[in-house]
């Protein structure tokens, strides 16, 4: 029975000692970002790497842009391309990514009906949902936008554009289109760009046949 008081007495006090209110704060951090971790204020302007924990510097500015290390590759990023974009008022890059080949030999019948339906919602506003650069925005003229589009079938330029120069427009935008490399992920864009070529290369054969008879 006495024991029985003992461990009672000792689990009570072991219990209430765990429950004070008593601020405990080590001397020494081993690692005190981690410890002390600051939260990342949306919008806010980051362009310092600073780690502390004095008060003092609580507006200190910290560097964080959601970008994966140069070299490496974010997970879910499948289908790396090796072209940066262009500093401005330079066309190197672009001119190289004329090289680069598309991951996608070949699609199935299944990729290539996504890619017609990523086509129709991201492209097809501006280039239309045929590729001849009549979209709603333009509309024989009619439409909102003041220039048309280019005709991705019947354009001297773009209708031969290799897909690496093609995919390098998509992702960096290129004059009046913009970037779609937030829209559609790189595998899409590489989707898209070869229902863009399977499109044009049906819209040669009628020419070649012809030719050819």
Known sequence: MKKLSIIAILSAGAFIVSCSDVKRKPSNVYMPD???????????ERDSLVFTTDESQSDAKIFYNNKPVAGT??????????????????????????AVKSPLDSIGNKDLAEAERLYLINCGICHGKNLDGNGPLWKDGSGPYPAAPKNLIADPIVSVMPE??????????????????????????????????????????????????
Do not use: C, H
Request: no cysteine.
């Open 164 to 213: 690496g120069q093609m995919f390098y427009s998509v992702t960096y935008g290129k004059n009046l289109m913009g970037s779609y490399a937030s829209q559609l992920s790189r595998k899409q864009r590489w989707m898209v760009i070869r229902y863009i070529k399977t499109k044009q290369a049906e819209a040669k054969k009628p020419a070649a046949e012809t030719a050819a008879k």
């Open 73 to 98: 590759i974010a997970r879910g990023e499948e289908l790396p391309f090796p072209i940066a974009k262009d500093a401005t008022g330079d066309t190197v890059n672009y001119v190289a990514s004329k």
């Open 34 to 44: 981690m410890a002390y971790s600051r939260a990342y204020e949306s919008y806010a």
